[in-house]
């Protein structure tokens, strides 16, 4: 690991560094106020990784990573015992990130720590031809990591969403939304756990498995739905020919 000092006339001291997080190589830096109007202090912190996957993630969250970067993630949301970590804001910018079939492109991510807890302020990526713009918190609850997103997409296209899913829906343009409420770090945890409700709207669609229904082609199409046991199920929809 490279440190190299840097005193900036805003009134920071810190230093930079090339760091490692599960093997990968990043860009970071950490840089601490030499004088402060409020309390607690911040630390503020980049990183810039390449490509990220949540299998990583969530062996960070586990505590199984070593290193600063880990540690704030195991120590902050992993299970065990609590470890208070001082005010940290900082600013997260990725190559992409996988999840599962998913891929976020070029993410950029604003977040802050403090005591156990994460907050995401705002996460902005390309995604399935679209954006997505999300927020949230993570905290611990009993040992165990609770979340709360709120995520929203647009201008995605139905062929690339459909993909992540494993299935092949058809045409169109999708904008949705979602709030949820998660628990674990795990993956198969995370799915089972999740709860909360979607919203979505589907744009001059077409489905070409379904000819001679309704949605073998329609000009809009929108509903509301909930996520709850691992399942979505859709309470109300909308649909124009």
């Given at each position: 690991?490279?440190k190299?000092?840097?005193?900036?006339a805003?009134?920071?001291?810190?230093?930079?560094?090339?760091v490692q997080?599960?093997?990968m190589?990043?860009?970071g830096?950490i840089?601490?106020?030499?004088s402060c109007?409020?309390?607690?202090c911040?630390a503020?912190f980049?990183?810039?990784?390449?490509m990220l996957n949540?299998?990583?993630?969530?062996?960070a969250?586990?505590?199984?990573?070593?290193?600063?970067f880990g540690r704030?993630?195991?120590d902050?949301?992993?299970q065990?015992?609590?470890?208070?970590?001082?005010?940290l804001?900082?600013?997260v910018q990725?190559a992409g990130?996988?999840v599962?079939?998913l891929?976020l492109?070029?993410?950029?991510?604003?977040?802050s720590?403090?005591?156990?807890k994460?907050?995401?302020?705002s996460?902005d990526?390309?995604?399935l031809g679209g954006?997505?713009h999300?927020?949230g918190?993570g905290?611990?609850s009993?040992?165990n990591?609770q979340w709360?997103l709120?995520?929203r997409?647009?201008g995605?296209?139905?062929?690339?969403a459909a993909a992540a899913f494993?299935?092949?829906?058809?045409?169109?343009g999708l904008?949705?939304?979602?709030q949820?409420?998660l628990?674990?770090?795990?993956?198969?945890?995370?799915?089972?756990?999740?709860?909360?409700t979607?919203?979505f709207?589907?744009?001059?669609?077409r489905?070409?498995a379904?000819?001679?229904?309704p949605?073998a082609h329609f000009?809009?199409w929108s509903?509301?739905?909930?996520?709850?046991h691992?399942?979505?199920a859709?309470?109300?929809?909308?649909?124009?020919?």
């Open positions: 690991m490279k190299v000092l840097v005193t900036g805003s009134g920071f001291v810190g230093s930079q560094a090339l997080l599960a093997g190589e990043m860009r830096s840089q601490y106020p030499t109007d409020q309390q607690p911040p503020r980049t990183l810039q990784p390449g949540a299998a990583t993630i969530e062996a969250l586990a505590g199984r990573r070593r290193g600063f704030i993630l195991a902050t949301l992993g065990g015992t609590p470890a208070p970590w001082p005010l804001q900082g600013r990725a990130l996988k599962g079939r891929v492109r070029d993410p950029v991510a604003r977040v720590v403090q005591d156990r994460l907050t995401i302020e996460l990526a390309a995604a954006a997505v999300g927020s918190t905290t611990v009993g040992g990591p709360k709120d995520v997409l647009t995605a296209k139905a062929r690339d494993g299935e092949a829906w058809g045409e169109g904008n949705g939304e979602a949820l409420t628990s674990g770090v795990q993956a198969a945890d995370l799915e089972s756990s999740a709860n909360g979607f919203h709207t589907w744009l001059r669609g489905v070409g379904l000819k001679g229904t949605l000009n809009r509903g509301d739905g909930t996520v709850a691992g399942a979505l859709l309470t109300s929809s909308n649909l124009a020919s």
